[in-house]
């Protein structure tokens, strides 16, 4: 006799914290949810988790804008790519959706970025960001592996020191956020609100005024 008994059917909407969803502090992300809810818009679970604790929140904008989003020898397009397609390998829906999303404004090419994510090697992409994308993965899935001749690799690429350490910081705050966006359960929004993102992301980067 089978006396398992049945799983309740998963909420899709909520957190897997209710405390996170539910007690959010005063502040720009508890205004949004407050302008979402009221007007029946989108509301994304990641400003849960930041308006849950605003000071850890600032700081993770401030980071993220710094690495994604300031000048570099990378571009922002392909530092969105990597963060795109390093969510793709933690299997992220919420946030390789929405880099995608910024990655696709950003190059203007829908269907270049998802060939990525569903194969590098396929991809009509250079070769230069193809080798970066591969050192990405690895980051990613062997990161302990790494030796100087993956970095030498990348210097015979064409990438000078700067772009790696910007790529290998891309691809590093994306492991974190992939892992703090899925173990809290935020689920992604629709595809129409990932495109007003990507409009305002690609503008404008991770700060919101």
């Not at 980071?63 to 963060?83: K, N």
């Not at 390789?96 to 190059?107: D, I, T």
């Amino acid at each position: 006799m089978n006396t398992t008994m049945p799983r309740p059917k998963e909420d899709m909407t909520s957190l897997f914290l209710a405390d996170v969803e539910n007690k959010p502090q005063p502040g720009t992300y508890f205004d949004l949810i407050a302008v979402a809810k009221s007007s029946g818009a989108d509301s994304w679970g990641i400003w849960n988790l930041r308006a849950f604790r605003p000071r850890i929140a600032d700081s993770l904008v401030r980071l993220s804008q710094e690495i994604m989003h300031e000048p570099a020898p990378i571009s922002v397009a392909l530092r969105e790519l990597i963060a795109a397609y390093t969510s793709s390998l933690n299997h992220c829906e919420f946030c390789m959706k929405a880099h995608a999303a910024v990655a696709a404004s950003l190059y203007n090419d829908e269907a270049l970025v998802w060939s990525v994510i569903r194969d590098v090697e396929s991809a009509a992409l250079a070769e230069q960001d193809k080798a970066m994308l591969r050192f990405a993965r690895k980051v990613t899935l062997q990161s302990g592996l790494i030796d100087r001749a993956e970095i030498a690799t990348l210097h015979a690429a064409g990438w000078d020191d700067t772009s790696i350490f910007y790529a290998i910081a891309a691809c590093a705050l994306f492991n974190f956020y992939n892992r703090f966006v899925s173990a809290n359960g935020v689920r992604p929004v629709s595809d129409e609100a990932f495109r007003r993102l990507a409009s305002r992301m690609a503008e404008k980067g991770y700060v919101r005024e």
